[in-house]
């Protein structure tokens, strides 16, 4: 009798909820992957900055530092990210008591509010939009994400960021670059030639960290 009304109705709602927190789990393990393989890019070029900072070359040293501010930033959004998915789950492991006293699932406006943050995230958006279809169908959501990002947000972040590259440079070059704005002060001289295989590193790492980031 299960196996026709699965064939007639589709799963219950006791299935669905336990296939959603299976891929809630599947996700959150992909963030993880993800933070790591950022550590350890960042920790590589945060290595090359200083390597290049040690020879004045304080361009090179400057695009790599924005690059490892980037990825300090994408780390933090992966494990807020990483912390919505968890709270989601919980969410439905209340929905699942719910559903034994009143026999189905309830509308939740904070598993809504945490998809649409959810959404945004590049690495799991297509995760969540399956999913809130799927919750809709179900009765707990009963409105369209919202995917567009805040161009407010991005602009802060823009303003920010040189500040942020300034406060970077300055810890990774025990306060050679980047103290108080005044790039290059006290720096030594640039050798010639000797640089070639630390630039070629910073372009490595450099590229590394925008395939994490992008």
């Known amino acids: ?16 909820v336990r296939a959603w927190q299976a891929k809630l789990r599947g996700e959150s ?44 930033r994408q780390k933090d959004r992966l494990s807020v990210s990483k912390a919505r998915l968890g709270s989601i789950g919980i969410q439905l492991t209340q929905q699942m008591a719910m559903l034994r006293v009143t026999g189905s699932l309830q509308k939740s406006t904070e598993i809504m509010k945490l998809s649409n943050a ?7 958006s297509q995760t969540m939009r399956e999913m809130s279809m799927e919750m809709t169908k179900a009765g707990i959501l009963d409105e369209m994400l919202q995917d567009t990002l805040d161009m407010e947000e991005e602009e802060e ?3 920010e960021a040189d500040a942020e590259v ?49």
């Open 29 to 72: 393990r992909r963030l993880d992957q993800e933070m790591r393989q950022l550590d350890l890019a960042t920790h590589k070029a945060r290595q090359t900055v200083k390597q290049l900072a040690s020879k004045g070359d304080v361009k090179s040293a400057r695009i790599l530092a924005k690059e490892v501010v980037r990825s300090n």
């Open 157 to 159: 972040l823009e303003e």
């Open 166 to 214: 300034d406060k970077v440079l300055f810890e990774l070059t025990d306060g050679k670059l980047g103290e108080a704005g005044k790039v290059g002060t006290g720096l030594p001289t640039s050798q010639p030639l000797e640089q070639e295989e630390t630039e070629q590193d910073m372009e490595k790492y450099r590229q590394q960290l925008n395939a994490l980031l992008s």
């Open 1 to 16: 009798m299960q196996t026709i009304n699965r064939f007639l109705y589709g799963p219950t709602p006791e299935e669905r």
């Open 118 to 124: 959810l959404v945004k995230l590049p690495q799991i």
